[in-house]
T-cell receptor
């Protein structure tokens, strides 16, 4: 079946620290992979995506590389800011599943000054 | 200018009442979804409609009934509200990517926080 396993939170970092949030997936076929971010009191926003193996998605200093060999899509940022405090969701969209998205459980990130 | 909108943003009601949440998207998408997010931020898909046709209907109590009058709208009606229905409900939409067998990203509304007393 299709599923996403995401690093448990919460994660607390100091400003300018390096961030990694791990995400691994199980899927039939070749899925598209996404990272969404949810700021407090808001809906989910797409942060970045990758649609095929070895693609790198990037946005706002965040990056994630679609690794088929390790079935992973880890989120990284070199230097986090207080404004990055949010909940991050890894997700996949698999072919022939009736357009269903599979979300991870979310990882809460708090960045302290 | 809003892509996916939901009304109301907050809904406080008594147990046993019936309530509706409305969702509209102006992105021209053909697929819409309802999700429930619990207090631990876990997202659960409830329903999905493609061109007004029900595609996904997860294990959700019969008290929840989606209605899609047209491609741009997907409303959620809830009968006999229970305490456990308290959550944030998100509407989302997406488009079919021509030439691919999976969908593009989903666009989310701002959410409706439902509190059942």
């Amino acid at each position: 079946g299709n599923s996403v396993t995401q690093m448990e939170g919460p994660v607390t970092l100091s400003e300018e620290a390096f961030l990694t949030i791990n995400c691994t997936y199980t899927a039939t076929g070749y899925p598209s992979l996404f990272w969404y971010v949810q700021y407090p009191g808001e809906g989910l926003q797409l942060l970045l995506k990758a649609t095929k193996a070895d693609d790198k998605g990037s946005n706002k200093g965040f990056e994630a590389t679609y690794r088929k060999e390790t079935t992973s899509f880890h989120l990284e940022k070199g230097s986090v800011q207080v404004s990055d405090s949010a909940v991050y969701f890894c997700a996949l969209s698999a072919p022939n599943t009736g357009n269903q998205f599979y979300f991870g459980t979310g990882t809460s990130l708090t960045v302290i000054p | 200018d809003t892509a996916v909108s939901q009304t109301p943003k907050y809904l406080v009601t008594q147990m046993g009442n019936d309530k509706s949440i409305k969702c509209e998207q102006n992105l021209g998408h053909d697929t819409m979804y309802w999700y429930k997010q619990d207090s631990k931020k876990f997202l659960k898909i409830m329903f999905s409609y493609n061109n007004k046709e029900l595609i996904i209907n997860e294990t959700v109590p019969n008290r929840f009934s989606p209605k899609s009058p047209d491609k741009a709208h997907l409303n959620l009606h809830i009968n006999s509200l229970e305490l456990g229905d308290s959550a944030v409900y998100f509407c989302a939409s997406s488009a079919w990517l021509a030439g691919q067998s999976s969908y593009n990203e989903q666009f989310f509304g701002p959410g409706t926080r439902l509190t059942v007393l």
